[in-house]
């Protein structure tokens, strides 16, 4: 089985977050950017279908700028992926991931690809867009939220759970798909020393960005805030329970904009 | 100047769900937008005819049974003819698996930005302005989608439902679009999620949480029921899991969970330091408490000093009128 | 900091936080040995350091070894002392042995998950490590091995023991001779688990050796090499301990920092209260100096250096700093530091240790004195 993990760096999960110096993006100084974590169970469940399925290879790619995308694909690779593929970005053009999946589809396409996969969601975005803007991409049918992911080689179908808010669909499809993984079969699994050191003297193939086209609609960051400092609770007056209450939901819906 | 703007319709029993309600709201709060409806599947044509309850005069019907599993691969070649026909400049879709996975897909098909979990949105110079949680809701991004074209989907919970305005709806019929390999999945089974157990703690975006202030076990289903007609998570205070009232997996704070949903609300609950790192990265924080010099009161963002006992059922009334559950 | 040695400590890092400290206080308050914890830091590579990459080790050197155990020690230092135990044990093998002694006895022991004990320390003496009483009496091919080691870690469950006994008491230390004995060797009888006040999970036990027959192909070195081949090993094994030490103290810093700007009192956050202000400026210096001398030392042996003087300096200051620290930091949490609830307090009782075992900061303080002055003679 030939498979495609596509890996996107990340701040890590408990890192304090802070804002640039021009206001519109997380300041990555001293941040460190590790493989988000969806995509950690991403390359788990490849490695785990490579084991499966022997002479399958898994082939890890990412979109983004020096040097914390070489530092995952490096992370990927010590993990135990075959090859590594760095298509770099400039700037924040790797934010959107819709851009990401235009950077990346030719290259995904012009690999050999039963099977793409990548996490459901990254851990700073998090908007769930990049498996169906790649899968429309590549023509592959595109799946998200994706549990429990087998490969029937008898009948030359996947078979996998979409964990979707009405309750769990179980699928089948021929190769190729493109999958947003939610959870892998197991725990990611974590590298080993000398893994990890032989990582960082293995070769990245580079791939050009393809250019994007004039009139491409584009999405781009403009501020980038932190919650502010709270200063204590607005204290609701009122009379009997009944117009507390009411007061509160009228609150919540109109000021706080959270509509129960 | 008038934007056309596309919502894609999900269907619940062949009706319009909540999550499509959501997505017209969002389609309402752009100035001047003339809404159009879309909707898929078998049940199409008259799905596509509900739109005219809110007041929407053209809807896109695609009925096509090869379309009722809801797939968005194959719902995003008709949804992008549709709004392409429709000469839309904005197409919303559910904040739903549904909705995000169909947003990715027509980005392409229909060559538009995206954004995904929206909280706040402003038609701008040339496109749209969106506001969005990042990082878990520990930060909120503002992105421009440039372009003649956007597509959104909402963040569950932050647009208001718009009211019913009876209208009719005139509903115009789609030919099957050209699939070629996004035909060949097939959903195989559908397991419903289990009635009645809410979201998890950790997930959720609303938790109420109940603390030492409730008194005793046998008062904690006005939590619960506080809970369940917001469609929250229940969450507890280290003192009532140390007493026994619920189990440890409730409890919210230093040696518990951490939570960061849309909304946190705090009944009976002192706020010690030991609590509050555990929800203070939640949007907003609504805390409930007898004694108006609580420290809750200092991280809370709105207050009620008073008896729970009164305030709660008083509160979860008022949600269920509201929410229409009678 | 290379590339190289970021990946080793960030991968350490992540051992500890998300492996080894979410069973620290578990395994503090009931005394558990967590072999499952252990296999998966072999597994992973984090045990056997110092074994060259050749015989089945990771192969690293002093300053990736330093990068490592501090950061396993942040997760747990009582983990961290039997994961690296391993390293004390096999050095005499891979300093003293012949190539084929190194071959034969760390090929195996390195290719699956085992312990191994460094047994120096008896009864009668363990900073007066010359005066050892445990008998070594020549028989034929053999040696035959009578005597009592203990405080000896990984004890109970070891499965090849490092002993150093004297083939003549008379010698002093000159008689002093060191063996390989694999467990199963008849004779050999490690001790119950001793209740420790700190460094719980770790299992420290004493060896009693009752006519334990060892072949003279498992002496390693000649008779009466032993006490040197321990300095030797000692010179290597001193500078991790100052890692160790460093981490407990970082970990005690980070609660202790963290808490500062949390808690309030008299209206403010307790980090603004100038008292506390000082006593967090303190620890940050002794963590920092403990780092970095413990980062001197690494560097100093690995360029070549014996690596005595500086090895002492940093055991002795950063195990004293990682006492005061930890002190401080309960300090700095008040009455809810003296509570078990709160990870502190384990922290002092862990960084105790560290001024105790592996040459105890009395005898450090000789060395350094003895060897500071031999610069000047």
Request: neutral net charge.
């Amino acid at each position: 089985m030939e498979i495609v993990v596509c890996v996107k760096p990340v701040p890590e999960a408990d890192t304090r977050l802070r804002v640039s110096a021009d206001g519109r993006t997380v300041d990555p100084e001293n941040v460190k950017f590790v493989l988000a974590g969806y995509d950690e169970s991403a390359v788990e469940q490849a490695l785990l279908l490579k084991e499966a399925n022997p002479g399958s290879k898994v082939r890890a790619i990412a979109y983004g700028p020096a040097p914390r995308t070489e530092e995952v694909l490096r992370a990927a690779l010590a993990l135990g992926c075959d090859e590594a593929i760095w298509v770099e970005a400039s700037g924040d053009a790797a934010s959107d991931p819709v851009s990401a999946a235009r950077a990346l589809g030719p290259s995904v396409g012009g690999l050999p690809h039963d099977l793409v996969l990548c996490g459901k969601q990254a851990g700073d975005d998090e908007s769930g867009l990049f498996a169906g803007a790649l899968g429309e991409l590549i023509g592959a049918p595109s799946f998200g939220y994706v549990t429990d992911l087998r490969w029937d080689a008898g009948a030359g179908r996947f078979r996998f759970q979409r964990a979707a808010e009405a309750g769990a669909e179980r699928w089948e499809s021929p190769a190729p798909i493109v999958v947003g993984l939610q959870q892998a079969w197991n725990d990611p699994r974590t590298a080993k020393l000398p893994a990890i050191l032989k990582s960082r003297k293995a070769p990245i193939a580079r791939a050009p960005a393809p250019p994007a086209p004039g009139d491409a609609p584009a999405s781009r960051p403009e501020k980038f805030e932190l919650p502010p400092p709270r200063t204590g609770a607005k204290m609701i007056d009122y009379a009997t329970p009944e117009e507390a209450a009411q007061k509160l939901v009228k609150i919540l819906r109109e000021e706080a904009k959270v509509f129960p | 100047m008038s934007a056309t703007v596309v919502v894609i319709a999900e269907l619940v029993d062949g009706r319009l769900s909540g999550a499509t309600r959501e997505a017209i709201g969002v389609a309402r709060s752009i100035p001047d937008a003339t809404i159009v409806g879309f909707a898929a599947g078998s049940a199409a044509p008259s799905a596509a005819a509900e739109f005219g309850r809110f007041g929407i005069a053209r809807a896109f019907a695609a009925p096509d049974p090869r379309l009722d599993t809801g797939y968005p691969a194959a719902v995003a070649r008709s949804a992008a003819s549709a709004a392409t026909g429709a000469g839309a400049s904005v197409v919303v879709v559910g904040g739903t698996t549904f909705g995000r996975d169909l947003a990715g897909r027509l980005a392409v098909a229909w060559n538009a930005a995206a954004a995904t979990g929206v909280t706040e949105l402003a038609a701008v110079e040339g496109g749209l302005r969106v506001r969005r949680p990042v990082f878990g809701g520990r930060a909120t991004e503002t992105r421009r989608l440039e372009g003649a074209r956007a597509v959104v989907a909402p963040r569950p919970h932050a647009f208001a439902v718009p009211p019913e305005s009876p209208a009719n709806c005139s509903v115009e019929t789609l030919p099957p679009a050209d699939l070629g390999p996004l035909a060949e999945p097939k959903r195989t089974a559908m397991e419903s999620a289990a009635a009645g157990s809410g979201p998890g703690l950790t997930d959720a975006a609303i938790v109420v949480a109940g603390g030492r202030g409730v008194r005793g076990p046998e008062n904690f289903h006005l939590i619960e029921e506080l809970a369940a007609s917001l469609g929250a998570a229940v969450g507890a205070s280290r003192a009532v899991t140390d007493a026994g009232w619920r189990p440890t997996s409730f409890q919210v704070g230093q040696t518990g969970r951490t939570v960061s949903p849309q909304l946190y609300i705090a009944v009976g609950i002192s706020g010690a330091i030991q609590h509050i790192v555990g929800m203070v990265s939640s949007r907003v924080i609504v805390a409930i408490n007898s004694d108006n010099s609580a420290p809750i009161f200092r991280v809370a963002d709105y207050g009620i000093a008073g008896d729970l006992f009164q305030i709660v059922p008083a509160l979860t009334a008022e949600i269920r009128r509201v929410r229409g559950l009678g | 900091m290379t590339a190289e040695q970021e990946s080793l400590r960030d991968a350490a890092r992540k051992f500890a936080r998300t492996e080894m400290a979410p069973h620290a206080a578990e395994c503090d308050r009931t005394g558990r040995f967590p072999e499952e914890i252990y296999r998966k830091a072999f597994e992973l590579g984090l045990m056997n350091l110092n074994v060259p990459a050749e015989h089945g080790g990771s192969g690293l050197g002093p300053v990736e070894q330093c990068l490592i155990v501090e950061e396993l020690a942040y997760g747990c230092g009582g983990m961290t002392t039997s994961i690296i135990a391993n390293c004390l044990a096999l050095e005499p093998i891979i300093l003293g042995g012949t190539d084929e002694q190194r071959t034969r006895f760390l090929d195996p022991f390195c290719a699956q998950y085992q312990l191994a004990s460094f047994c120096l320390t008896e009864p009668s003496g363990g900073s007066d490590a010359g005066g050892l009483t445990t008998r070594a009496r020549k028989d034929g091919s053999d040696y035959v091995l009578d005597g009592e080691k203990c405080f000896i870690t990984n004890a109970p469950h070891a499965s090849l023991y490092t002993v150093f006994a004297t083939v003549d008491p008379a010698l002093h230390h000159r008689g002093i001779t060191a063996f390989v004995v694999p467990r199963a060797t008849p004779g050999v009888a490690p001790g119950k688990d001793e209740d420790k006040m700190g460094h719980r999970a770790s299992s420290t036990s004493t060896v009693r050796f009752d006519g334990a027959r060892v072949p003279a192909a498992n002496r390693l070195g000649d008779e009466g090499e032993g006490f040197a081949l321990a300095m030797r090993t000692l010179d290597q094994t001193r500078t991790p301990i100052g890692a160790l030490a460093t981490g407990i103290a970082q970990a005690a810093l980070d609660h202790a920092a963290k808490y500062a700007l949390e808690r309030r009192t008299f209206g403010k956050p307790i980090g603004e209260h100038q008292a506390i202000q000082i006593k967090l400026a303190n620890m940050a210096q002794s963590v920092r100096a403990a780092r970095l001398l413990t980062w001197y030392s690494a560097w100093t042996i690995e360029r070549g250096g014996k690596g005595t003087l500086e090895s002492s300096i940093a055991k002795c200051f950063a195990s004293d700093a990682a006492l005061r620290v930890a002190d401080d930091a309960i300090q700095t949490f008040g009455g809810y530091g003296y509570m078990k609830a709160y990870p502190v307090e384990k922290l002092l009782r862990d960084a105790k240790l560290t001024q105790i075992y592996e040459g105890a900061n009395e005898i450090q303080r000789t060395v350094i004195a003895r060897e500071l002055l031999r610069g000047y003679a």
